[in-house]
């Protein structure tokens, strides 16, 4: 006699619906847009009530919040509750109900996928639990990454091309300037002042000597706030008022007046480069090693600062401790000993490369902002970008520091090396780069 089975009920699948309206408009109606959302993405799970689809009956609605950005409470709640084990499918009613942002919506399929959620749009048959679902996210991933690249290539195009016309493409205003019908106008008080800063500095004999002078006289910045040696050199080193234009480091003539004739900016360059020279003169001999406790073999073996002398020249290296305490060759794995000005300047060079790219933009970004609301993506970018302007203007000891605070650990390997870096040192150090709070009247 044969024994039958029960066919097993298919698995519980819960499912939460995210809507989103991003204007307030409506919201007051007894039947809104996001009741309208839900009512269609409630009918899609219940037509799949025989492969174990329930509606969840917590609500994630966010009414009055734009798709560009993943600060919306009810998005907060969706998440907190996926990474909590508690949601298996995320169904809208649309894909940009859930994010109008490439790199947004890719964060969110990231976390999706790490903790095993599928997420289905009702209205486009678009439901990742399926190959086909996964293929056509893929490709409208793809697609909307190349649409992004094609807007920003004509972006830039379109601010290059401006700037060698002169033309102001936005941004803070410097001091000394107003802007009217989208120009650079001299305010001639505010260039009086530029005059006093420069001229003080030309007749100084260090940078913090003038920022003492300018706090003694009362001296501030376009947006009131004290000048200190970063906001001092930054002004030094403005090229706006020598009337130009500058754009990746080339300048062009200008549609604005200068502030600045051609003999006062050279005099005071010309003391720039003597402080320069006199600060590195003054460091601690020897310069510090910029990687001492950061750099490690791929083995995880520390590397540590070396020297040797041939006649009046030092040669730096990092070496590793396996070799320092001669541990067996057959043991030791990648590059044991590197040269100390070239594994440095290429650290360097990695720290300006990820400060570029849009991964870290957004992640300092999203911290910044959560003391700085008045910063746009556009100004936090641009204050990423004068790393190297700050960089120039420090002392190898100050250096040292900066590495330290940007850098959690550097690993040499056959393939290069590998720079981690400590995210909470990059909001402190685009916070220091970032332009001033406004001050409120």
């Not at 520390?302 to 041939?310: E, F, G």
């Amino acid at each position: 006699m044969t024994r039958q089975t029960q066919p097993q009920p298919p698995r519980r699948l819960r499912c939460a619906i995210y809507t989103r309206k991003s204007s307030e408009e409506g919201l007051d109606m007894e039947f809104n847009s996001l009741d309208a959302q839900r009512e269609a993405c409630e009918a899609y799970i219940a037509s799949q009530k025989a492969e174990g689809w329930v509606c969840l009956r917590d609500r994630y609605d966010d009414g009055g919040f734009s798709g560009g950005t993943l600060e919306r409470p009810a998005l907060k709640d969706l998440i907190a509750d996926i990474e909590d084990g508690l949601i298996d499918i995320v169904v809208v009613y649309k894909i940009d109900r859930l994010s109008r942002a490439l790199m947004d919506f890719s964060k969110l399929v990231e976390i999706f996928d790490k903790h095993g959620v599928t997420f289905v749009s009702v209205t486009q048959s678009f439901n990742t639990t399926t190959s086909m679902g996964r293929l056509t996210l893929n490709i409208l991933l793809s697609f909307a990454q190349f649409e992004r690249e094609v807007i920003g290539e004509r972006i830039r195009d379109k601010v290059a091309a401006s700037r060698k016309k002169g033309i102001w493409m936005g941004g803070p205003v410097p001091l000394g300037y107003n802007v009217k019908d989208r120009k650079l106008i001299v305010d001639p008080a505010e260039a009086e002042t530029v005059r006093t800063i420069f001229t003080l500095y030309a007749r100084s004999s260090s940078t913090a000597q003038v920022v003492r002078e300018l706090d003694a006289r009362a001296i501030l910045t376009k947006t009131g706030r004290p000048y200190d040696k970063t906001s001092l050199l930054k002004t030094l080193h403005n090229k706006v008022y020598r009337g130009l234009a500058v754009h990746k480091g080339t300048a062009y003539p200008g549609e604005h007046d200068a502030i600045i004739d051609e003999s006062l900016w050279d005099e005071v360059h010309e003391v720039i480069a003597n402080n320069r020279y006199l600060r590195k003169a003054v460091a601690q001999e020897p310069s510090p090693a910029l990687l001492r406790g950061l750099i490690f073999t791929e083995t995880g073996v520390a590397m540590t600062p070396h020297h040797t002398q041939k006649g009046t020249r030092r040669y730096r290296y990092y070496v590793s401790m396996d070799v320092i305490k001669k541990r067996p060759k057959a043991e030791l794995r990648g590059p044991q000993r590197l040269p100390g000005g070239m594994v440095e300047d290429a650290v360097v060079g990695e720290i300006r490369r990820l400060l570029r790219t849009p991964e870290v933009a957004a992640r300092v970004s999203r911290t910044l902002r959560k003391d700085r609301p008045d910063l746009g993506e556009a100004a936090i970018s641009a204050s990423l970008t004068q790393f190297d302007d700050m960089w120039n203007a420090l002392i190898p000891a100050e250096q040292a520091r900066v590495v330290k605070l940007l850098v959690a650990r550097v690993t040499a390997s056959e393939a290069g090396l590998a720079v981690d870096l400590r995210h909470e040192g990059l909001g402190a150090i685009a916070t220091l780069m970032a332009p001033a709070k406004p001050e409120v009247a």
